[in-house]
């Protein structure tokens, strides 16, 4: 397996690409069980970047609100 990019340092749509992907080698079962396992563990950092990623933005979007009120 290729060693990608720590998922701190990638962008929202690059790590949603890479788990979307992750997920869908999940799904056809063609891996061993430490294979599996490496994958999981790997899309689970891409799902916590993505959703650090979400709240950060939500975080801006309520800020402007406030300013704009």
């Known amino acids: 397996m290729v060693k990608s990019k720590e ?3 990638l962008d ?9 992907s992750i997920v869908s080698k999940l799904e ?3 891996f061993s069980l430490q294979e599996s396992l490496q994958l999981y563990k790997r899309g689970e ?3 916590q ?12 979007i309520d800020e402007q609100s406030s300013l704009d009120d």
Do not use: I, K, V, Y
């Open 7 to 9: 998922p701190a340092s």
């Open 28 to 30: 056809s079962s063609q």
């Open 49 to 60: 970047r993505c959703n650090q990623l979400l709240d950060e933005a939500e975080s801006q």
């Open 45 to 47: 950092m891409l799902s």
């Open 12 to 20: 929202f749509e690059a790590a949603l690409t890479e788990l979307e």
